[in-house]
């Protein structure tokens, strides 16, 4: 499962790309979701729901671009929810307006270099590692592997980030 970030749409072939996730056995998640269940326990059900990047809707044209509407349309609130989202502004977004349990997201690259510390400080609404929302869902939000522009980091670490979940039933 995957979703877009911006520079995927920078590159001008984000739909190239999405035919090469799917040929690979991919399954982008193109403001979409997919249900999961436990194959040895068929009431543990997970729902994983991605969105593309708001950058989206204005680099491409068409069905991109940020869609929580969409993305979110029959999904149950009472199964486990994970976002995938990779601006910290749609998971406050999300958090604000729908049952979603954690959204993991990116973006920010940890501010990588003094002053983008301060950009991402004033116009992300979470910054780097892990938050709890005030409806007690949680966000994370991951410093990458890469960086953007110049490559050196400065303040900021990449990081490969490991989820585990795990059946409470």
């Not at 499962?1 to 999405?18: F, I, S």
């Not at 009472?78 to 973006?107: E, F, M, Q, W």
């Amino acid at each position: 499962m995957g979703n877009r970030g911006n520079h995927e749409y920078y590159t001008g072939d984000v739909d190239g790309w999405l035919k090469e996730l799917e040929y690979l056995g991919v399954t982008p998640l193109h403001n979409s979701h997919v249900m999961f269940t436990h194959p040895e326990k068929s009431h543990a059900k997970i729902c994983l729901v991605g969105v593309d990047d708001v950058e989206g809707g204005f680099l491409r044209s068409g069905d991109h671009g940020s869609d929580l509407t969409k993305a979110m349309k029959g999904v149950d609130s009472n199964i486990p929810t994970v976002l995938l989202a990779h601006r910290p502004k749609v998971a406050k977004l999300s958090l604000d307006n729908y049952s979603v349990d954690v959204v993991l997201t990116g973006h920010t690259h940890g501010g990588q270099l003094f002053p983008i510390h301060l950009w991402h400080l004033i116009r992300e609404p979470y910054f780097a590692g892990l938050y709890q929302h005030k409806s007690g869902s949680y966000v994370y939000v991951s410093s990458g592997v890469h960086f953007w522009g110049m490559p050196m980091r400065l303040w900021s670490q990449a990081e490969i980030t490991h989820v585990t979940l795990i059946t409470t039933s």
